[in-house]
């Protein structure tokens, strides 16, 4: 339900919005499948215009344990994206290019030419 504060923003409470029994699998799926699948979802909402769950999904893949440092910078890059192609939320986006740039450091340079050319 867009905007639906009942449930926490977490991995499984994004599931949970989609039924008992995604929630059951994805309690069970790995880090990895979790974040898979949250970002199908982020995607899936980005595309069907429906930027506040997407961004909600992508915030919530932060929160799985043991993320990689790389898929975090690639994930607030993309949140810091769509922030500024769909909302009006700059602060916000700025904050996790920030991040994003910081966890980079002199890895990844390709991430990090596409988070400065935000």
Known sequence: VHGDTRLPWTPCGVICRLGCAAAQLVAMASPADQVALLHSLAEASIEANNIFNGVRCLEASLA???????????????????????????????????????????????????????
């Not at 975090?72 to 290019?97: G, M, Q």
């Open 64 to 118: 799985v344990a043991g993320l990689a440092a790389e898929l975090e910078a690639r994930t607030r890059v993309r949140i810091a994206d769509v922030l500024l192609a769909h909302a009006n939320n700059d602060e916000l986006a700025v904050a996790h290019l920030r991040k994003a740039l910081d966890i980079i450091g002199p890895v990844c340079s390709d991430l990090r030419c596409a988070a400065i050319t935000l």
